[in-house]
């Protein structure tokens, strides 16, 4: 057994005196959403990789850190090209080891990698790393994580859980949160872009509909919305609108009156509605909830009696949806 | 794990004691100190033993050789166990009891004891030497592994005191200290005032405590024992679980063991290859990826010193015959999984992987 190595093979990528920075962070690696789909709340989240011709360096592993941990993690045939992990350091992650030096060399074709995890997608920390290791006898790095002495830090599309506790609401504060990010980050470069999209955000109800559209308009071979960008917000948007109960529609609302002091109430929207009611010249005031239609088609309904023999007003959100005068009929 | 007996680990006990020459007047009104003598130590078995039958006291340790009617010598250090030197590249030293790493200094009591119920004599000169054992591993320096002598006459290295000769004082007591080498292995004081004093000496030890020898394992074997340094895989026990599930990925996806090589010596410190002890040896150099040949200061192996470093062949042998070298993919998942089990990083050390743990 040779107990004294006098050569150093460079066939382990070893780092050598022209790097320009610590063995493993000479490479630019472009991480790209490529696609996400959704499966009630689980997303499966894909990315090109591409390692830039002027790397010094192959891909040796990107790690995406995983608040939400992964469910699968997803590599290009064939698997014994790829090491995948789902922990780093005891800590859940998604990482793709790149096993071999026939793929993601500086200038190579890029590869589509995925994952799928439980929740909504955010802006998560990840790691690209070359593979050139430091000889030991010149190494004068500090010890520490290959992932932070040893890598180039970025930022990627990943999976948050979702937050506990969530709302439609909510969950659109988060993503104006996520654009303004994506904003800082150039992945969004136009700043009316930014501020179009933040108003259909604030706006009572959010317009996400509209959110969406420019997005797509935007999403174009060099147009201002890049990939990350588009995914990352048009995929939020979308769950947003799906857990969001549908707008109600006033004009499906049907008040009448029935005999005595009582009126009633029609609801052919497929959502419950709350509603508010006065009395003309008079102080009395009430609120109901008219369930929504049934399966069948029947409208849900409600009664409305007042004390008093008087006109009847019906408000919606503080909107006047209808006005019905008591019939004068005897008690029923 | 593998033992020595008790009986060869400092085999010597402390507190040598050598009659030499007349009784001295007392002098009343001093007195003695009071402190543990004579205990064996089993270094390695500190600090996770310490109390526990294997002799590591955490309290001053040394002796007097004044008794009766005679003065002598009393020479006491601070504990029985420090660390070698240097070991900041290799992950730094363990974790002292007490807290913060591990000292490779300590700090000396010298005094001229009187006999009976005295005490320390003031202003009194005592001469200090330093004593390495270097028997080739036969004697005390047994289980430290270095199982030779310096290579070229190179002498081991014995460390330093910050005074040689000190002047007790009106007090009576000289306060010195004393640092390791980069070496393991036992360290003797002698302490000696002018006749009719009885002269005295300390030994304790300068080692790495708490490494474990590495025993093959399911998936993985251990190479590069050598009649010089047979222990050669000593690594904290904390690494251990990490080797194996390392051999255990690349067993599941190539079908074979891995091999790891030198680790650190059974208590630590420099790992001299060549037994060139602390000394720069013409033969360590490597070349670098231009070609250019640099030597390796002190020696070969820069690390390797405080059981957080081990190397992996990196080349494939059918029996003793040369196959071939890992594949770009054998490299790179033993590169990758060891990153994913330990947050720690690959390099190259000559011509085969070296694993870092800290």
């Known amino acids: 057994m040779s107990k004294i190595g006098l050569t150093v093979s460079l066939f382990y990528g070893v780092s050598g005196l022209s790097a320009q920075g610590a063995p493993g962070t000479n490479l630019t690696v472009d991480v790209s959403v490529s696609g996400v789909a959704r499966s009630q709340d689980t997303v499966v989240v894909s990315y090109s990789v591409f390692n830039q011709g002027a790397s010094a360096e192959r891909l040796l592993a990107l790690t995406l850190e995983a608040p939400s941990p992964p469910i699968q993690i997803i590599a290009p045939l064939p698997g014994s090209s790829w090491h995948l992990a789902s922990q780093y350091g005891g800590r859940p992650v998604v990482r793709w080891g790149v096993l071999g030096d026939s793929i993601l060399r500086p200038g190579f074709p890029a590869q589509t990698v995925s994952f799928k995890a439980s929740g909504v997608l955010g802006i998560a920390d990840a790691h690209v790393s070359g593979f050139a290791l430091p000889v030991v006898e010149e190494d004068t790095l500090p010890s520490g994580d290959p992932l932070v002495f040893n890598s180039v830090q970025i930022k990627a599309v990943g999976v948050d859980p979702l937050p506990p506790g969530y709302t439609a609401a909510s969950l659109t504060t988060r993503l104006d949160s996520l654009r303004s990010d994506a904003c800082s980050l150039t992945w969004v470069t136009s700043a009316s872009l930014c501020n179009t999209l933040h108003s259909y955000l604030m706006a009572q109800p959010a317009n996400l509909t509209q959110f969406n559209a420019d997005l797509a308009t935007n999403h174009t071979t060099g147009g201002s919305v890049n990939d990350n960008a588009y995914w990352l917000l048009k995929a939020n948007a979308d769950y947003i609108i799906s857990i969001s109960p549908p707008p109600v529609n006033t004009a499906l609302i049907n008040l009448s009156y029935v005999c005595g002091n009582k009126f009633k109430v029609r609801n052919l929207n497929t959502v419950a509605v709350p509603l508010t009611w006065n009395v003309v010249n008079g102080s009395e005031t009430g609120s109901v909830t008219v369930p929504a239609k049934s399966q069948g088609g029947e409208p849900g309904s409600v009664f409305i009696t007042t004390i008093e023999k008087r006109t009847l007003r019906l408000y919606y959100n503080g909107q006047l949806i209808a006005t019905v005068a008591n019939g004068n009929k005897p008690p029923c | ?358």
């Open chain 2, 1 to 358: 794990m593998m033992r020595f007996p008790l009986a060869r680990l400092l085999g010597v006990a402390v507190g040598v004691a050598v009659v030499w020459g007349c009784s001295e007047v007392l002098a009343p009104g001093v007195r003695r100190f009071d402190g543990p003598t004579g205990q064996v130590i089993d270094p390695r078995c500190c600090p996770l033993g310490a109390g526990s039958g294997c002799g590591c006291p955490s309290t001053i340790f040394g002796s007097s050789n004044g008794g009766g009617d005679t003065a002598g010598v009393a020479i006491y250090v601070e504990q029985a166990l420090i660390c070698p030197t240097d070991l900041g590249r290799s992950g730094g030293a363990p974790n002292h009891p007490n807290g913060g790493p591990w000292p490779d200094t300590v700090v000396v009591w010298v005094a001229v004891d009187s006999g009976g119920e005295g005490g320390h004599l003031p202003n009194r000169t005592v001469t200090l030497t330093l004593e390495v054992a270097d028997s080739s591993g036969t004697g005390t320096d047994a289980p430290y592994g270095h199982m030779h002598t310096g290579a070229s006459g190179f002498a081991k290295s014995t460390g330093t005191l910050s005074q040689a000769t000190v002047n007790t004082g009106p007090g009576g007591i000289a306060v010195i200290s004393y640092r390791a080498s980069g070496l393991s292995g036992p360290i003797t004081i002698r302490a000696q005032s002018s006749s009719p004093v009885i002269p005295n000496a300390v030994t304790f030890a300068v080692g790495v405590p708490g490494l474990t020898i590495l025993a093959p394992g399911t998936n993985f074997d251990t190479i590069g024992s050598l009649t010089i340094h047979p222990l050669n895989i000593a690594v904290v026990p904390e690494m251990i679980p990490a080797l194996g599930a390392l051999a255990d990925s690349f067993q599941a996806r190539f079908g074979r063991k891995l091999e790891y090589n030198d680790a650190s010596l059974p208590l630590g410190g420099k790992f001299d290859l060549r037994r060139q002890w602390w000394n720069d040896d013409p033969g360590c150099v490597f070349t670098r990826g231009n070609g250019t040949v640099v030597p390796i200061p002190p020696g070969c192996h820069q690390v390797h010193r405080a059981g957080k470093d081990i190397d992996l062949r990196t080349k494939v042998f059918n029996g003793t015959t040369f196959v071939r070298d890992f594949t770009s993919a054998e490299s790179t998942l033993v590169v990758t999984v060891w990153q994913e089990l330990t947050q720690h990083r690959v390099g190259v050390e000559g011509d085969h992987f070296h694993l870092y743990y800290h």
